[in-house]
């Protein structure tokens, strides 16, 4: 299986079609830095077990937005073998994707 980065990548173009509101997401985004600020340096790398990613992925978690993840990775599943493995770990498959959205934010900074 690739690196986590790799997958953190996957995860965000399977889920380019995840329906997010935008006020929403900023502000799940603005508390995920602070519990990521609270333990020290943010821009420090990112844990998928960290509390910055799993409360990020908690607060933004659906069945509708988990079924679009989901299918993200049905669609790249030709493409992308690992895709494959992922749509059947959901679980995993959602921490990724609130991963690279955190990553994102932290980019983007």
């Known amino acids: 299986m690739p690196d986590v980065e790799e997958l953190v990548a996957l995860a965000l173009l399977a ?3 995840v329906p997010l509101d935008e006020d929403e997401l900023r502000g799940a985004l603005r508390r995920s830095l602070l519990l990521l600020a609270a333990g020290g340096d943010p821009y420090r790398g990112l844990e998928l077990d960290g509390r910055a ?8 978690d659906t069945p509708a937005r988990r079924e679009a993840l989901l299918a993200g990775m049905g669609s790249l599943a030709g493409e992308a073998p690992d ?16 991963c690279g959205l955190l990553a994102e934010e932290l980019a983007a900074d």
């Open 15 to 17: 889920g380019r079609d």
């Open 53 to 60: 990613v799993t409360a990020l992925a908690d607060e933004l």
């Open 83 to 98: 895709a494959e493995a992922l749509a059947a770990e959901p679980e995993l498959a959602w921490r990724l994707y609130a």
